[in-house]
C-alpha cells in the first residue's frame, strides 16, 4: 500500500522560512518522482516542484524558482520542500504526489493528505 504523509505545515509571519516533508512507503522510492503542488482556497491546484528520486534531477515551473527547493533523503525515502521568505499568497494546503518515474505529463497516481501553510502577520 502506497502512503505519502506531509508533515512541517503551520502559521508563519511572512519573510519567515519553512520546511515540508513527505515520508513514504509502499513503493520503489529510487525509481519514482516525487512533487510537491499546492491549492489555496478557490484556486486551481498548481505545481510547486518535482524531483526524480533515482539522480536528483528537479524540475520548477518558472513562477516557483528562486525561493522553493526541493530535495530528497534516499534512507529515509522522504522528499522535503525547503520554502524561503514566504508570503501571503504562499498560504495553501500543500500534497506530496508519487508516480513512476517512466511515465510523464502532469498526472500522478498517489496522493497524500496535504499539510496547510498559512502566511500572516
Known amino acids: 500500500q502506497v502512503t505519502l504523509v506531509e508533515s512541517g505545515g503551520g502559521l508563519v509571519q511572512p519573510g519567515d522560512s519553512l520546511r515540508l516533508s513527505c515520508v513514504t512507503s509502499g513503493f520503489t522510492f529510487s525509481t519514482y518522482a516525487v512533487a510537491w503542488f499546492r491549492q489555496a482556497p478557490g484556486n486551481e491546484r498548481e505545481l510547486v516542484a518535482q524531483?526524480?528520486?533515482?539522480?536528483?534531477?528537479?524540475t520548477y515551473p518558472d513562477s516557483m524558482k528562486g525561493r522553493f527547493r526541493i530535495s530528497r533523503d534516499m534512507p529515509k525515502k522522504t522528499v522535503y520542500l525547503q520554502m524561503n521568505t514566504l508570503k501571503p499568497e504562499d498560504t495553501a494546503v500543500y500534497y506530496c504526489a508519487a508516480r513512476p518515474a517512466w511515465k510523464s505529463g502532469p498526472q500522478y497516481d498517489y496522493w497524500g493528505q496535504g499539510t496547510p501553510v498559512t502566511v500572516s502577520s
Open positions: 524531483i526524480i528520486t533515482n539522480g536528483g534531477g528537479t
